[in-house]
């Protein structure tokens, strides 16, 4: 068939086990030596241009990413348009750094509080949420991200968030003293043509606490894909689908719509809550000017970069939002455009640009992209309830099942 891909796997075969396993680990492995080789700050020369990058950078995608991840919840697999994200995400940033800072909480301790927290922050909006949607939603919600950071800075709550100066905290994450992380350091050295880019000889105390927090982040994010995963494929998650579909046709199966509406606004702000965790205890201050609304925007721009309705989108929509507002601000020249034409604040349009020509490229994101290039290549083949292979199997992978195989 024209469609056939080349290549072509059964499911649950030997094949396919290897293809996943080794997947895997060539993704631990990259992990590694990203870590390793950025825990300091360092950078990436493309087209002329110097980009920077960094371990703590990429601990702030992290926060970034587990926030996107709720918004796929709420939005990708519900079909609510939510912009106040950021409402969350700065809430569970200034309670873990109070927490933190006043209390002597650690940062994982705080989870105790900051997720049942802004899960009932999240079920309460989702109630008045039940009786508008569409555009009425999105703004109802970006104006509670935009009365945020005007609501912290309130004098019956400075105590607690410090105002407009903002609420400092000392991280108390340090690697064990057992952990090999100068071993680890010193076999990326001698890797041949590759070692110079891992430094030279043991890792300095921060470039330790760096590599730590990074990977203890790491862990936290596939804890919250795994949970989210599992949530997408079962009953409920299911349910959350055919609202998403077709509201009317799931309401007349017998599905509690606003109970499942609900569920999914907390949900979403319970994993805002903890990216806000995650980006306080990286950066060591909740300030203001890091919650407004913006922050918000540059969530669903996340959002839609990377995928409505899949896992991966999240990954690949934290990603960008962390970098390429930055790079493309750091960028002094491009092939075929006059330098003077790059000179000033640039930043915002060139992002804006690859926006716009991304939206008529990939009009489903980079994962849907990423998809379509994978399926004229490889496709994994499904097997019915008698151990058959799938009839047909040239049929396109929903965005569904790929968040099924990343979980």
């Given at each position: 068939m024209a469609n056939t891909p080349r290549f072509q796997i059964a499911e649950g075969s030997t094949a396919q086990l290897t293809y996943k396993w080794v997947g895997i680990g060539l993704f631990v492995l990259f992990l590694v030596m990203v870590a390793f080789a950025y825990n300091d700050t360092g950078s990436l020369t493309l087209l002329g241009n110097d980009y920077t990058i960094s371990t703590p950078r990429l601990t702030k995608a992290i926060a970034f990413i587990i926030c996107i991840l709720g918004l796929q919840v709420v939005a990708g697999f519900t079909g609510q348009l939510s912009l106040g994200q950021g409402f969350f995400f700065g809430t569970g940033a200034y309670l873990a750094a109070w927490l933190v800072a006043d209390h002597n909480w650690s940062w994982f301790a705080t989870l105790a509080v900051v997720v049942p927290v802004c899960f009932l922050l999240g079920m309460i909006v989702g109630v008045p949420a039940l009786r508008i949607r569409g555009l009425y939603l999105a703004l109802v919600t970006l104006g509670l991200a935009a009365v945020f950071p005007s609501l912290i800075q309130l004098s019956q709550l400075?105590?607690?968030?410090?105002?407009?100066?903002?609420?400092?905290?000392?991280?108390?994450?340090?690697?064990?003293?057992?952990?090999?992380?100068?071993g680890i350091a010193v076999a990326l050295q001698k890797i041949p043509l590759l070692g110079q880019y891992f430094g030279d000889g043991d890792l300095s105390t921060?470039?330790?606490?760096?590599?730590?927090?990074?990977?203890?982040?790491?862990?936290?994010?596939?804890?919250?894909?795994?949970?989210?995963?599992?949530?997408?494929?079962?009953?409920?998650?299911?349910?959350?689908?055919?609202?998403?579909?077709?509201?009317?046709?799931?309401?007349?199966?017998?599905m509690n719509l606003s109970l499942y509406k609900t569920l999914s606004f907390g949900l979403a702000s319970a994993l805002g809550g903890v990216g806000g965790i995650v980006y306080v205890a990286e950066l060591g201050i909740a300030a203001p000017g890091d919650f407004t609304q913006l922050i918000s925007i540059y969530f669903i721009v996340?959002?839609?970069?990377?995928?409505?309705?899949?896992?991966?989108?999240?990954?690949?929509?934290?990603?960008?939002?962390?970098?390429?507002?930055?790079?493309?601000?750091?960028?002094?020249?491009?092939?075929?455009?006059?330098?003077?034409?790059?000179?000033?604040?640039?930043?915002?349009?060139?992002?804006?640009?690859?926006?716009?020509?991304?939206?008529?490229?990939?009009?489903?994101?980079?994962?849907?992209?990423?998809?379509?290039?994978?399926?004229?290549?490889?496709?994994?083949?499904?097997?019915?309830?008698?151990?058959?292979?799938?009839?047909?199997?040239?049929?396109?992978?929903?965005?569904?099942?790929?968040?099924?195989?990343?979980?």
């Open positions: 400075q105590p607690y968030t410090n105002g407009a100066g903002g609420k400092i905290t000392d991280s108390d994450l340090k690697p064990p003293d057992w952990l090999p992380l100068d921060k470039e330790s606490d760096r590599v730590w927090v990074f990977f203890l982040m790491v862990v936290l994010t596939v804890i919250c894909f795994k949970l989210v995963g599992n949530l997408i494929n079962s009953r409920p998650g299911r349910a959350l689908r055919a609202i998403r579909d077709n509201e009317t046709s799931a309401a007349v199966t017998g996340g959002l839609v970069v990377g995928g409505v309705g899949t896992l991966w989108g999240a990954v690949i929509g934290g990603l960008v939002i962390t970098f390429i507002p930055d790079w493309a601000a750091s960028t002094e020249e491009l092939p075929g455009i006059p330098e003077r034409w790059l000179q000033g604040p640039t930043g915002p349009l060139i992002m804006g640009v690859l926006l716009i020509v991304l939206t008529f490229v990939l009009p489903g994101g980079v994962v849907a992209g990423t998809r379509k290039l994978k399926a004229k290549i490889l496709r994994i083949v499904p097997r019915t309830p008698d151990g058959d292979l799938a009839v047909d199997a040239d049929a396109d992978e929903t965005p569904d099942e790929l968040g099924s195989a990343t979980a």
